[in-house]
């Protein structure tokens, strides 16, 4: 049956389980724990260089104080990483390209920064809503546009991580559906839209892995400006 190309985003269910939660937990059970030798094998020294390369590389310009958000931010960048990657793989599901699932993990990180903030330097949080030097007829317009973009920052979390998977797939999918209906009409036109179709599977792998550090990026600069 030819359906619709948003039909791939819908929460799937087999035997009234969804599929979602699933998916969720599956990322798990592909890393393997570190074993309690002297020496690990090569796919466990890979995973921990990488790990504390990115931990450091986030961490470096931020205050000793927040540096106990390391473990959940670091254990979210590989969640956010490795379900990008299992959702380019086929007849997968990709739960990040549902606005719930990521507002559900953008606003509660992004409200707990703003009341650390709010919490440890109540002056300085509540200083970010108005520049210094501004001219007294700007002051309300300008704390309101302030307290807008705080707002809206969760918001923008949420969308980009979605609309930047939800792009990709269906980018995939249609020049996938267009290469099958060239076959057998146009073979060199297929065999040029086959090599692109590959050159864009290329970009999505960077595009999953980019969204998902960019995604705990923002969040650690949330977090940086409230410590």
């Given amino acids: ?48 260089w ?33 379900i990008n990657m299992c959702g380019l793989l086929p007849y997968t599901f990709t739960p990040t390209t549902q606005l719930s699932l990521n507002m559900a993990l953008a606003v509660p990180l992004w409200l707990a920064t703003v009341i650390i903030g709010l919490r440890n330097q109540l002056t300085h949080a509540l200083g970010h809503l108005l ?19 705080l707002f809206i920052r969760p918001l923008a979390l949420g969308v980009r991580l979605t609309a930047n998977l939800t792009a990709g797939h269906l980018l995939i999918q249609l020049i996938a559906t267009a290469a099958f209906t060239l076959m057998s009409l ?7 839209t086959t090599i692109l179709l590959f050159l ?3 970009l999505e792998v960077a595009v999953a892995m980019i969204q998902a ?11 940086q400006e409230n410590t």
């Fill in 1 to 48: 049956l030819s359906m619709s190309f948003f039909d791939q985003f819908m929460s799937p269910t087999f035997l009234g389980i969804p599929l979602l939660a699933l998916a969720l937990t599956l990322p798990w059970l592909l890393f393997p724990q570190p074993s309690p030798r002297w020496l690990n094998n090569r796919y466990l020294t890979l995973q921990s």
């Fill in 50 to 82: 990488l790990i504390n390369r990115f931990t450091q590389q986030i961490f470096l310009p931020m205050s000793p104080g927040s540096h106990h958000w390391a473990l959940l931010l670091t254990s979210l960048m590989v969640f956010l990483f490795t």
């Fill in 213 to 223: 550090y960019v995604f705990v990026l923002l969040l650690s600069l949330y977090l």
């Fill in 186 to 192: 146009m073979p060199i036109v297929t065999v040029i």
């Fill in 131 to 149: 520049p210094e030097g501004t001219p007294t007829p700007l002051i309300p317009i300008l704390i309101i546009i302030e307290t807008i973009s």
């Fill in 200 to 202: 864009l599977t290329l």
